[in-house]
């Protein structure tokens, strides 16, 4: 191999016996390819699909290197997850009806 190249390798494979191998020389090449077929359940050299039930796994790279923690857009915290949760519970159902009750 020559310099800065790599050998990884990945195999993905669905419940319904569907699989599919791709093989990389460069990390930039595969992460792209992690993030589009792995899922955010993983360990070192493997990771659970979105679906829940297919797997992903890997050699040649580690868990660190094929899934780098997310850049920040620039946007702040995100205006739900990141929120302290409420002092209490609060209903959150349809308006009262303004209409008198027929009982």
Known sequence: ???????IQ????????FTKRASFKTLRGARRFAKE???????????VAF???ST???TGATEAELFPPEES?????????????PERSMWVGPPEDPRPRPW
């Open 1 to 7: 191999m020559g310099k800065g190249t790599r050998d």
């Open 56 to 58: 992903l796994n890997w």
């Open 73 to 85: 857009d620039g946007d702040g915290p995100h205006p739900f997850y990141d929120q302290e949760p």
């Open 37 to 47: 077929w792995g899922g955010p359940d993983r360990g070192e050299g493997w990771a």
């Open 10 to 17: 990945f195999v993905y494979r669905a419940v319904d016996g």
């Open 51 to 53: 679906d829940g039930c």
